[in-house]
């Protein structure tokens, strides 16, 4: 699980109900039963105009991948590559053929390497699914982006009906509460929809969306460094750009890179 996500969850949670406990108002008071449909329903409503129905489905059921722990780690997938570019070199490429991948990407890759294909088609394939998935998580982003925008409008739709409401009863003060209510508690639904909730899992999708492109590029520059042959350590140098300076790690050995190939529970022979 992703601790920013469960951490900040939590002090998003605290935050609100701690500073309403401390207005000495009862939490009952800050539900409302007409503010829930015209904000959430009517929000949720408007969404579903905008796109759809599998896209927004989708989008929903993505939300999970923010509090999931990241499953790509850049510095295994290279040395995971330079293990298969040493396979490759010292047996061909059929030699890779009983390596067991748990990544799809690069088992993918590796399948189109070991059938044959030359190295422009390899490249054009999988640059063509990096594309795709790339459009497919962003399809999710745009979906919550359009939550965060339309939220705040529900809310402020929310208020109008509030305060309408409350002039057509200015004859009756004991109804002026309750309309007053709603025309405040909808602005604060749709804002803290908006900048506490479907805001941020928007931008912490979009980090993932980032994670899996710069994950499946490096699998791409792999793959096609080792149809192209080249040297196992001249590709861990190229590869070493896509890591942090204070993540890069010198070339394996050749016994290092036996031993790695011996335990690695993601690439084992049959």
Same mark, same amino acid.
């Given at each position: ?46 969404? %579903?105009?905008?796109? *759809? ?11 999970? &991948? ?16 330079? #293990?298969?570019? #040493?396979?490759? @070199? ?5 030699a890779m053929e009983g390596v067991k991948l748990s990544d799809p990407f690069m088992a993918k890759a590796k ?6 294909? #030359? ?16 459009? @497919? ?5 745009k979906v919550l982006n359009s939550f965060t925008e339309i939220a705040p409008a529900m809310g402020m739709v ?11 009863? %200015?004859? #009756? ?6 309309? %007053? ?23 912490? &999708?979009?980090? *993932? ?15 096609? @460094? ?21 993540? *890069? *790690?010198?070339?394996?050995?050749a016994s290092e890179l036996q031993s790695q190939r011996a335990s690695s529970i993601d690439a084992k022979t049959?």
């Amino acid at each position: 699980m992703d601790k920013g996500s469960s951490i900040g969850l939590v002090v998003l949670l605290v935050a609100v109900i701690g500073g309403i406990l401390s207005t000495g108002a009862p939490m009952i008071s800050f539900f409302d039963v007409p503010s829930v449909f015209i904000v959430i329903i009517g929000t949720f409503g408007a969404v %579903m105009i905008s796109y *759809r129905l599998p896209v927004f489905i989708v989008a929903l059921l993505n939300i999970s &991948l923010a509090f999931r722990a990241q499953t790509t780690h850049p510095l295994e997938t290279v040395e995971q590559l330079v #293990d298969l570019a #040493d396979i490759s @070199r010292s047996g061909g490429f059929l030699a890779m053929e009983g390596v067991k991948l748990s990544d799809p990407f690069m088992a993918k890759a590796k399948d189109l390497l070991i059938d044959g294909h #030359d190295i422009e088609t390899l490249e054009a394939i999988l640059t063509k699914e990096i594309f795709l998935t790339k459009e @497919r998580n962003n399809s999710s982003v745009k979906v919550l982006n359009s939550f965060t925008e339309i939220a705040p409008a529900m809310g402020m739709v929310g208020t109008l009906i509030g305060l309408v409401a409350m002039l057509l009863s %200015m004859e #009756d003060p004991k109804t002026i509460g309750k309309s %007053m209510s709603v025309a405040l508690l909808t602005t604060l639904y749709g804002a803290l929809i908006a900048n506490g909730i479907t805001g941020p899992l928007a931008r912490k &999708l979009s980090e *993932r969306s980032s994670e899996i492109k710069q994950h499946q590029s490096m699998v791409r520059d792999g793959f096609v @460094r080792i149809a192209n042959g080249d040297n196992p350590k001249a590709i861990h140098e190229y590869l070493q750009s896509y890591l942090e300076e204070t993540k *890069r *790690r010198p070339p394996l050995s050749a016994s290092e890179l036996q031993s790695q190939r011996a335990s690695s529970i993601d690439a084992k022979t049959e």
